[in-house]
């Protein structure tokens, strides 16, 4: 067996109810924003959302910007800019990003508006769906849009569970969805970097097999992280993840009968991402 396969399985029935209704109102769509997680542009990119959106227009939001590593982040940019893609880098909690994605938004429904105009008829509210994987920023975005708060945000996947059109004052009028995964989870580092940045629930993978491969990432891609944050020395070669781990454990008291308490040690290295302590890294490093 591929060592890089997994047979996680994590589709709660919500999510396949969503796909259904989104099908349904698939001709109400006008564009759609579809929203990544900038820290993982591959890993949280759904891999059939094509079956659903087929040729509406689109705009690729690479949320949370302020928290990736820019030089990888502008890689990313380029890389779907050339498969076909609008692409727009936010930080969600910018008034400027939202004002790009207002003003990109009207600017590709220009024809449409266009159109209406020559037959007489009024400027349309534009449809949105806004779809992504949970936790990648849908709930701020629609917040912000909105002007109030319409949605329920959290720091964990699977707060929206219902669809629900929503209205702004900015001429657009929003579909929220919840946060869609795809059934299966066959490649385990797309699973790993997933739990890594919350978008999975906890209890889907083992914790410490979490935590190891935060540990790795960061000792691959992002040496001075370890440096910084844990007093590490990264090495050329794989970690010493025992040494790295009871390192952490007694600086930081996670000691459990003489020992070091490994799941408070992942726990901390999976809440340090979660509360941006440990920031400006890009898990999905090879394009």
């Known amino acids: 067996m591929n060592e890089n396969k997994t047979n996680i399985n994590w589709y709660p029935g919500h999510m396949e109810k969503a796909k259904k209704l989104m099908m349904k109102e698939y001709q109400n769509i006008d564009l759609v924003y579809e929203l990544v997680d900038a820290r993982i542009p591959r890993s949280s990119k759904i891999n059939n959302i094509y079956d659903i959106i087929r040729d509406k227009p689109k705009i690729l939001i690479m949320a949370k910007k302020d928290l990736a590593d820019p030089i990888m982040l502008e890689k990313w940019r380029i890389y779907y800019e050339h498969l076909g893609s609008k692409v727009i880098a936010a ?7 939202i004002r790009n994605i207002i003003n990109t938004t009207h600017s590709l429904m220009e024809e449409l508006q266009a159109k209406r105009e020559e037959k007489g008829m009024n400027k349309k509210v534009v449809r949105v769906l806004v779809v992504g994987i949970p936790n990648v920023g849908k709930s701020t975005l629609i917040n912000k849009l909105a002007g109030r708060k319409v949605a329920s945000t959290g720091n964990k996947p699977g707060i929206t569970k219902n669809l629900s059109w929503l209205k702004t004052n900015h001429g657009i009028l929003l579909l929220d969805t919840p946060g869609i995964l795809w059934p299966k989870l066959e490649n385990k580092d797309v699973a790993l970097n997933l739990a890594s940045f919350s978008a999975i629930k ?17 000792n691959h891609y992002y ?10 020395e990264p090495t050329n070669m794989d970690l010493n993840i025992e040494e790295a781990y009871n390192i952490i454990g007694k600086k930081m008291g996670a000691i459990k009968g003489g020992e070091v308490d490994y799941e408070r040690v ?5 809440n340090d991402i979660k509360d941006e302590y440990v920031k400006e890294i890009v898990f999905d490093n090879e394009i």
């Open 91 to 97: 930080n969600l909690n910018d008034d400027n990003d």
């Open 202 to 218: 906890s209890e889907v993978l083992d914790v410490n097999e979490v935590g190891v491969h935060i540990l790795n990432k960061l």
């Open 266 to 270: 992942s726990n901390r290295l999976i």
């Open 223 to 232: 040496p001075n992280k370890l440096r910084e944050r844990y007093e590490i």
